[in-house]
């Protein structure tokens, strides 16, 4: 590969300088894909990007290819753009982002060659430094899916020149048909200037005719000086050591440099800015520098420039070293505490502002935990605790914290206890004698909260936390007041019934654990059921008794029977608003439930309907007062008997 090369250049050095030329090609500027440097590399002197921003960027000065503002560009047509989606329906991959690494929507040139083969990117590219050796590098992706095109997609074929203003052929390189592997590879070959030359036109021909494929993306052209490799160490070994401040440890940088240059010059540099800029260090001019003691906490990065004397001044001209690296770090800030001062519970210990921590205290305790716990503790865990604290870079911080446990109270919060409904009972705790507070809880009823013996009105059934702190130490016991419910009767409705009827009676009894019956004990079913059935002769009250088991007193209700000896229907009735049988209401039909009652005017219109409800009549048809008069009535008891007609009048 190194004979084809020096066919192609066309200038012809100095025998001297072409044997220093092939010895240097040979041991740094080789690898398999591509001719790139495996000596050391300066910074870049030209480094293109394309950008950022949304899509798409602006077009370019130095393409032959027509720009267009969109993300898939048709054959002879480039864009600047930060991602591709589903462009030429799937066909192109889909990249969400540009090759630069950290570069938020960066752009790249997306390329769809012409169908007639040619330059894509020309561009002259000034600052560089005569009798220097370059690497050219560039990142391409070929973005055709392997699938496209029926599997024959065409695949680009890229030559890169490098030449003089003039037109002069300083060096090329060809890359071959670009596989088809979804990821982006770098390409790009070495170059020499002559004596004078600073500046180089950079040529990319597409060597694939157009057509279904020959698509490419472009990113991070890079022009880097290339030379002798240049490795760089601490004390010989290291490349990277951490002090801590106030450390007056010197140190000495040493570098190695390979042969390549004739009369190398070397400079140490130093940046205090993790690298984003860099400064000579004065008198640092050989390949071991002995590095004082800095006290200021910063990151110190060093290196080595290596030129030609002839290029001593110009910082491009230089390759460099690998970056070793001194740190003085501050000591950790540290504020070791503990929590937790009650014999038989947690003790919690804590530590903060580092990486890695070494306790030790009493009973030889030891733990390299940041928050390490003891439980439960005892009254030797007392005590102080000291711990180390060291930082991620060595630095190491000690404190401590004391530690006093205290015994807990004991506390007995009373028997539990049974009350009626709205009877009250006295709290009684025992406690021992390093008690400080008291709390009830929950405090609605309590006469006071915050004592040992208050009273308590519980309206139903309480389970009583008692709290008690000596300090910090806490302790709790409970009691359940159990609230027993007084006894509650209802007999239900007074009940209608026409003489040799019977009614069913609806009694309701309430409280805790009762019984209950009825009195008197005559013409009913049974005593001791809520719902007998009675068929009193007379008018009769029975009365429902509740009494509780637990001691609450008894309860009482009574229901009237009213018994008729037949139905009676009242024959008027005045509406008048005196309050004085102001109503049409047949008391007896209660003991017809169900019983249907219709009125009608002389008309034959319904003004009435009980809708088979017990309820009264006012005289009204739809809330308006009806005039005196006799109106019809029709009653079916709903019993199987025939109905019962008659006239009721309205006297207003």
Not at 595 to 609: L, P
Request: hydrophobic content about 35%; charged content about 15%; aromatic content about 10%.
């Amino acid at each position: 590969m190194y004979k084809l090369l020096m066919k192609e250049t066309v200038m012809r050095p100095p025998l001297k300088m072409l044997v220093a030329f092939l010895l240097f090609t040979f041991l740094y500027c080789f690898e398999s894909n591509a001719q790139l440097c495996q000596g050391s590399l300066g910074d870049p002197v030209v480094n293109i990007t394309f950008g950022a921003g949304s899509n798409s960027g602006p077009p370019l000065g130095s393409t032959n290819y027509t720009y267009v503002p969109k993300d898939c560009p048709n054959d002879g047509f480039y864009t600047i753009a930060n991602s591709t989606r589903n462009c030429f329906n799937g066909t192109w991959h889909t990249l969400t982002e540009d090759h630069t690494p950290g570069d938020v929507n960066g752009y790249m040139m997306v390329v769809n060659a012409s169908y007639t083969p040619g330059d894509f990117f020309v561009k002259t590219v000034d600052g560089l430094c005569p009798n220097t050796t370059y690497e050219f590098a560039s990142w391409i992706y070929n973005v055709l899916q392997p699938y496209a095109c029926d599997g024959h997609g065409i695949k680009p074929n890229i030559t890169f020149s490098i030449e003089t203003t003039s037109g002069t052929v300083l060096q090329t390189y060809s890359t071959g048909d670009l596989p088809m592997v979804a990821n982006w590879t770098q390409y790009g070959f070495f170059f020499s200037t002559t004596s004078g030359t600073n500046s180089v036109v950079l040529r990319m021909t597409n060597n694939a005719p157009g057509g279904c494929g020959n698509d490419l993306l472009l990113d991070d052209i890079t022009f880097r000086a290339c030379g002798p490799l240049v490795t760089a160490n601490i004390n010989g070994v290291a490349d990277s050591v951490d002090v801590c401040t106030g450390d007056n440890s010197v140190f000495t940088l040493h570098a190695n440099v390979s042969a390549g240059y004739s009369d190398p010059v070397y400079q140490w540099e130093l940046s205090i800015n993790n690298g984003a800029s860099w400064a000579n260090i004065s008198g640092a001019n050989d390949t071991v520098y002995t590095r004082p003691a800095t006290p200021n906490v910063a990151t110190y990065l060093y290196r080595l420039a290596v030129s030609q004397r002839e290029n001593i001044n110009v910082s491009t001209c230089s390759i460099l070293s690998n970056i070793v690296k001194v740190g003085v770090n501050e000591y950790p800030v540290t504020d070791a505490s503990n929590r937790g001062s009650c014999i038989g519970d947690t003790l919690f210990l804590n530590a903060n502002g580092g990486s890695f921590f070494s306790w030790a205290g009493p009973m030889n305790f030891l733990s390299t935990e940041q928050s390490p716990f003891i439980a439960p503790t005892a009254a030797e865990n007392s005590g102080i605790y000291f711990v180390k604290v060291t930082s991620s870079k060595g630095c190491t911080t000690a404190d401590s914290t004391k530690v006093d446990l205290i015994s807990k109270p004991s506390v007995y919060a009373g028997d539990d206890a049974e009350i009626c409904e709205g009877a009250t009972v006295q709290l009684n705790a025992a406690g021992s004698d390093n008690i400080t507070s008291y709390s009830w809880a929950p405090p609605q009823g309590i006469s006071d909260p915050n004592i040992p013996n208050p009273v308590a009105l519980p309206k139903e059934t309480t389970l009583y936390i008692l709290t008690v702190a000596n300090n910090e130490c806490k302790v709790y016991d409970s009691l359940l007041i159990t609230v027993d419910k007084n006894p509650s009767a209802n007999a239900g409705p007074d009940r209608v019934i026409i003489k040799g009827q019977s009614v069913t009676l609806s009694g309701t009894a309430d409280g805790t654990d009762v019984n209950y019956f009825w009195a008197p004990n005559t013409n009913i079913t049974g005593t001791e059921t809520l719902v007998p059935v009675v068929s009193p002769p007379a008018s009769q009250v029975y009365v429902l008794n509740v009494i509780s088991n637990k001691g609450c007193g008894t309860a009482t209700d009574s229901v009237l029977v009213k018994v008729y000896q037949q139905l009676y229907i009242p024959n008027a009735f005045t509406p008048n608003g005196d309050g004085v049988n102001d109503n049409w209401f047949i008391e007896t039909l209660q003991a017809y439930p169900g019983a249907q009652v219709k009125v009608y005017n002389r008309y034959g219109q319904i003004v009435f309907d009980n809708h088979r409800k017990n309820i009264w009549w006012d005289g009204k048809f739809k809330g308006v007062q009806l005039t005196s008069g006799a109106y019809v009535y029709i009653i079916d008891l709903k019993n199987n008997t025939p109905v019962i007609k008659g006239v009721v009048y309205v006297l207003l």
